[in-house]
């Protein structure tokens, strides 16, 4: 799984992983609602690795990306000669998610014929392979995701009312970047050090005044941008430091690029249950470059610890570099249960 995270010390980002954290052991149907790029998908992957299915299937489907023609059959499967074309039997997507996680990306896009039959899933547990009349009981824990508004799109007659409140069990909001400017420097910073790692760069740092453009602009293409934009500096930088001349020009001159207003509904949103934890100072694993099949949590306070060995324990420095305030780094450090006199030279 290689997926940019969804870092954050930001209040509502910490509501929202301990939202995830609650609800990832049961088996209640999630609604994840937020724009592009704002990290949809590792909220799912999140729930599915943190529930009793984490041994299982995890199977994402784009249902924007798929022709209405062929929709039914790639999400419940057919048997031969079930139409033209039709040359083997074959199980469809929901049928390989069984014991497992199916996550319906888009689900706003879902023709209407489609959705009555995942709302027979959802309520029996059943699937029936186009061109068969048996049905075939499946065990799957729904996560659907959308930028766009179901409301709107049930008034209007698009989505049915019955899907949508079968969805709606639970409902996580992924609030925009621009709407959380305090994780702006501690993404960045991930985002670096992973990039500097996977170029077999030694350590990279930014310019005060990079980061000051980083934490200015408001990322009408949220996480997904912020991290395209680390990766075009650290290709294109020279020695240890990520100055304003790195950064896509975008960001450089923002009046460059009209702001996207908001299609997706506000939120709220969460700490994963804290495990072991390694003082700073001490070794810290270090993760495969683009290995993020890890809960989110473990994710953030690896790269915080190591940012701390990096700087010898020191906590302004490291707190700098992690674009975020001492305060906010005491106060991370306190829930892993790592104390201050485990940092040297704070």
Sequence with gaps: MSLQPILGASSRMQRLLRLVARVAPTDSTVLVLGESGTGKELVARSLHLLSRRAQGPFVAVNVGAIPEALMESELFGHSRGSFTGATTERMGLVE????????????GDMPLATQVKLLRMLENGEVRRVGENAPRIVDV??????????????ADGRFR?????RLNVVQLDLPPLRE???????LASFFLDRAARRQERGAVEFTPDAMALLQRYDYPGNVRELENAIEHAVALSEGALIAPADLPAAIRNPRMLPGVASDAPAFGGAAIPDGHVVPAGHA???ARPGDDSRPLEVVLREHVLRMLNRHRGNATTAAKQLGISRTTLWRMLKRWGVSRSATKGS
């Design 180 to 186: 959380r400017r305090d994780d702006i420097g501690l």
């Design 161 to 165: 009312a019955d899907l949508y409140y």
């Design 96 to 107: 390989e998610a069984d014991q497992g996680t199916l996550f319906l990306d888009e689900i």
């Design 141 to 154: 824990r729904v996560v659907a995701a959308t930028h766009r508004d179901l409301t709107a799109l049930v």
């Design 284 to 286: 810290v694993p270090e």
